[in-house]
């Protein structure tokens, strides 16, 4: 569903249901993205020209632009994905060279710099865990299933099922085995129906990811 601005609530009260539509904190400031179902965007947040796939949330102080981001998206408060970055290479990092107008000078704004931030996207996966403060930088590709440490600064793509931490972020370790996130990825249960996730939500609940490739994997 295209969504530009919405109203919304907190969905974290205990007991609360979501809804198929998408539910935009009214102090949430949203332009031109394209929101999942389930979908929550919590207070403050700001949102430009991204893709929220289903069951993703971001829970406050969000900025994220030109991302696109998959279905169960877990962002944690203050994430910032895709911050601008400034043209190093000429003479100023200053708005003054590209938001001119703002300045009161001669030259109109210069597009191409707004169309090469555009272009510099960030790709991430299904079921991604992105914890708190942390920032993804231009370009990133951010793999299914992977977890970002809280105050990470992404700078490099990130392995599937990877977990990354530091200033730069680094690889920690992975959530599991490389024959496990095969068979993960192969199941793809974040593809599945409302009916399927909630057949197996108990499994979900019990099992390992092991022992849940083992019951669901083909």
């Not at 609360?16 to 031109?32: F, K, N, W």
């Not at 057949?199 to 390992?208: I, M, N, P, Q, Y």
Request: aromatic share 10%; charged share 20%.
């Amino acid at each position: 569903m295209l969504i530009n601005h919405g109203v919304a609530g907190d969905p974290w009260t205990l007991g609360r249901v979501l809804s198929e539509d998408p539910e935009i904190h009214p102090t949430a400031v949203v332009r031109a993205s394209d929101f999942g179902r389930y979908t929550f965007l919590g207070p403050r947040s700001h949102v430009a020209e991204s893709v929220l796939g289903d069951y993703g949330y971001a829970m406050g102080d969000n900025q994220i632009a030109h991302a696109r981001i998959g279905k169960f998206a877990n962002i944690a408060t203050g994430v910032r994905i895709n911050p601008p970055n400034h043209p190093s290479w000429r003479a100023t990092h200053h708005h003054f060279t590209y938001r001119s107008r703002s300045y009161g000078l001669s030259l109109d704004d210069d597009a191409d710099i707004f169309q090469w931030r555009a272009q510099d996207r960030v790709q991430i996966g299904h079921d991604v865990w992105i914890g708190h403060d942390a920032i993804i930088m231009p370009g990133v590709t951010i793999g299914t299933g992977a977890a970002v440490g809280s105050g990470a600064v992404v700078t490099k793509d990130v392995p599937p099922f990877a977990i990354v931490v530091g200033v730069p972020a680094r690889v920690l370790r992975f959530r599991v085995d490389a024959h496990t996130s095969e068979r993960l990825q192969q199941i793809a249960w974040w593809d599945w129906g409302p009916e399927q996730i909630d057949a197996a939500l108990a499994d979900f609940r019990a099992l390992s990811a092991v022992e849940f490739t083992e019951k669901y994997g083909r």
